[in-house]
């Protein structure tokens, strides 16, 4: 019912967006008068090449179940190549017939696509509204990267991934092939690299950061043949979509250092992990180790047509090449300032092996480090700043940034989330990523080549959550890297509910619903916080109950009032949050406590990673998750972070209690020390105690304090230590919940 009442407001609402039912939305979209009536669609194999013909035509009828016939006469669906446009443009038209006007096969491709999201619109009666359609992407790298060396999917899954890819306009397929935990791609020169690197006797149960750590007794294996690398290829490109091989090195190599232990620094024969992180063990800079490399990329160069080769680069400690004589032989003799040096001396040999066969090197950000090599192109995900740089040295950059473009975050707080590496990666969020960084001048946004998302699959076990973790957030990113002039959030969102998630259940994709969970208002009074839930599905009643285990269930109002209570005791108000479609469920629990609301100062201001409703998360009466869904948590990468509290009229407290997490696999570290301060006005600080140690996640500090301000400065750690994940890099704070203690 609800889709015939919004097909009918698009027949009166004209060049409105909210009612265009494509995704990414074109660049003009308009409506005319009239509807075409459509009993079966028929193509002129003359205008439209083969495999554009019978993907169409399959797509269609699968779909929707309408025929699709060849003909050379009576065409319904008439296609036109023209001049004068850019390689990507297309014009679409539902007139008397359908009409799509092409530059190039890819735009054609594009064409084609509009129209099968457009015929999800078609009413009972076989009519489709009539529209002109002119567009053109923006970027031409849109891509989707998968990550099968953690875990496996199998070709017929791939070419699914792909399908979906292809009704979204990405184009560009990036096949994470090799890691420490799995080789995936026959190499025939080297046929230990699947026979030993391709299985592992056992993966990690949980997540990486549990302690102790549990593993399953199940062997993992898995591999491509190269007859199955070649058919995913032909796949990909009958759908416009280029396939981006990723060859790992030289961090990242165990499951190869698995099968080949002689190209290591150390020539220690080890397993495959089955845990996930970085390890100290990469390919040793000799002679050997580029000739072996060079063989592999020679069969990979081989098979993928496409102009770039990921070869990685990021994470590779260089602890065993400190300690290698044949690494410090090879620094001294030509040169190098350090091992990053060593990094850039070995990444500019792959890349001039790579040159010579007309290919082009991709690595991560790290290759930056020590030198970019002459002909290597740049894909930045810790954060802007490598794209920035490799940008302004003029090499070719793809923006990936951990905090818009990793799918293998969370996506919301709900408890039916599936475990995930960490993080808080929403639907809203995603919208925002705009490839091209605010910082970076027009002279080189020419070489900001576009962006992607990427799908690392450590805690994504099989397809299902695989479709769940990309969709729909896939959707938010196609708009973001197709057009630079795109809708409001809201308008995208409205688009969606009311098109894509009836054409996702269409296509029988699991799809993530946490669009659904209401959004939370916080606003402060003078007793305590007025919180409000709003749906994003208009009128959409919100229905709240308190629940206690002694009294039954109350019916509360929304907004409601999370009171200040005047003493501190274990009190506990406990929300139970529903719609009244049936969409959503949950149950909040928040502890009340006389900090509840209270005015909060945060210097400096939190990471926009993490930044949820700011200074009043931590003072809203709801402690963080752990294992933790980042949107409870205030994230920090500072060495230094101040809160001054005032304490308003509260005469007296008996301490105070934080909330810390620590999630090293995830490069969140407990501080090293806090230190509280005391004020009559807020002006001057008088020092109660310094630099208490912390070491538990909830710290605590009990000492009487009778000033109205209170300063909290929290002191993290400088560096990760060397052996853990991420060593000598910045590791994060999270702090949660500030409590007041009062005892009487």
């Known amino acids: 019912m609800r889709n015939k009442i ?90 008397s017939i359908i009409r799509i006007s092409y530059t190039s096969k890819a735009s054609c491709f594009s064409g084609l696509v509009s129209l099968i999201q457009l015929l999800n619109t078609i009413n009972s009666n076989n009519e489709l509204r009539k529209c002109k359609i002119s567009d053109a992407p923006k970027f031409d790298w849109r891509g989707l990267h998968l990550d099968v060396s953690r875990h496996f999917f199998s070709v017929d899954e791939v070419k699914r991934f792909i399908d979906l890819m292809a009704l979204y306009k990405f184009n560009k397929f990036h096949w994470h092939l090799t890691d420490d935990q799995g080789w995936r791609i026959e190499i025939k020169k080297y046929p230990l690299l699947t026979e030993v690197g391709g299985t ?36 990909a490109m009958d759908r416009q979509i280029d396939v981006v091989p990723e060859i ?113 090197i991709i690595g991560w950000d790290e290759i930056l480090e020590g030198g970019l090599s002459p002909n290597a192109a740049v894909m930045s995900w810790r954060g802007e700043q490598g794209g920035i740089e490799a940008a302004q040295l003029k090499h070719p950059v793809v923006m990936t940034p951990t905090t818009y473009c990793y ?155 999370i009171d200040r209570p005047e003493f501190s005791k274990d009190v506990w108000e406990c929300i139970e949050l529903s719609i009244k479609d049936n969409s959503y469920k949950n149950t909040y629990n928040y502890k009340l406590h006389p900090g509840i609301g209270l005015p909060i100062t945060i210097s400096p201001a939190p990471h926009k990673k993490f930044n949820n409703n700011g200074s009043l998360n931590l003072v809203d009466g709801v402690k963080g998750v752990r294992p933790w869904k980042g949107s409870q948590w205030l994230g920090f990468t500072e060495k230094e972070v101040t809160l001054e509290i005032d304490l308003l009229s509260i005469e007296k407290i008996d301490g105070v209690s934080i909330g810390f997490l620590k999630d090293e696999g995830s490069w969140i570290y407990l501080p090293e020390a806090v230190s509280i301060y005391t004020s009559k006005k807020g002006v001057k600080w008088k020092l109660l105690q310094m630099d208490c140690k912390v070491d538990f996640e909830d710290f605590t500090f009990h000492k009487r304090i009778n000033k109205r301000y209170m300063k909290l400065v929290i002191t993290a750690m400088d560096r990760i230590p060397e052996g853990k994940d991420g060593q000598g890099n910045i590791p994060w704070t999270f702090i949660d919940e500030v409590e007041l203690i009062i005892t009487e």
């Not at 193509?43 to 309408?66: G, Q, R, V």
Request: proline share 6%.
């Open 200 to 235: 592992r006797d056992s993966t990690i149960v949980g997540h990486y950061s549990k302690n102790p750590r549990e593993y399953d007794i199940n062997e993992y294996s898995g591999f491509y043949t190269q007859e199955d690398i070649k058919e995913v290829i032909k796949y």
């Open 407 to 561: 799918f293998d975050y969370y996506q919301s707080s709900h408890p039916s989330e599936p475990l995930a590496i960490g993080g808080f990666l929403p639907l809203n969020k995603v919208y925002q990523f705009n490839p091209i960084p605010k910082e970076l001048s027009q002279e080189f946004h020419q070489y900001i080549l576009g962006g992607q998302a990427n799908l690392w699959t450590e805690y994504i076990i099989d397809f299902d959550q695989l479709m769940y973790m990309t969709y729909p957030r896939a959707l938010a990113l196609s708009q973001s890297v197709w057009s630079m002039n795109k809708p409001e959030y809201e308008v995208f969102e409205t688009n969606y509910l009311d098109f894509h998630e009836a054409f996702l259940t269409k296509l029988n994709v699991n799809y993530s619903k946490a669009i659904h969970q209401p959004t939370e208002k916080i606003e402060r009074t003078p007793d305590g916080l007025k919180i409000q839930y709003q749906s994003v599905i208009p009128n959409n009643e919100i229905q709240l109950k308190s629940c206690d285990p002694i009294h039954e269930m109350k019916v509360k109002v929304n907004p409601f009032l």
């Open 6 to 95: 919004l097909f009918f407001s698009i027949l009166l609402i004209q060049n409105v967006f909210g009612q265009n039912p494509i995704i990414p939305a074109p660049t003009q979209f308009d409506y005319t008068s009239g509807v075409l009536k459509i009993q079966n669609l028929v193509i002129d194999t003359n205008t439209l090449s083969p495999e554009l013909a019978h993907y169409f035509k399959k797509t269609i009828e699968d779909l929707y179940h309408l025929p699709v016939v060849y003909s050379e006469t009576n065409t319904t669906i008439n296609f036109k190549q023209i001049q004068n446009k850019n390689e990507g443009y297309y014009e679409l038209e539902v007139d």
């Open 248 to 360: 790992e090195m030289p961090g990242h190599s165990r499951a190869a250092l698995s099968a080949y232990p002689n190209l290591s620094c150390t020539k220690e024969v080890m397993p495959v992990p089955g845990v996930w992180g970085v390890f100290n063990e990469v390919y040793c800079s000799k002679p050997e180790t580029l000739q072996f490399l060079k063989d592999i990329l020679n069969e990979v160069v081989a098979l993928f047509p496409y102009e770039y080769i990921h070869i990685g680069g990021d994470e590779a400690p260089k602890y065993n090449w400190k300690k290698c004589s044949n690494c410090q032989q090879l620094i001294q003799d030509k040169g190098l300032i350090d091992e990053h040096g060593l990094q850039s001396y070995f990444i500019t040999q792959i890349d001039e092996f790579v040159s010579s066969k007309g290919k082009r």
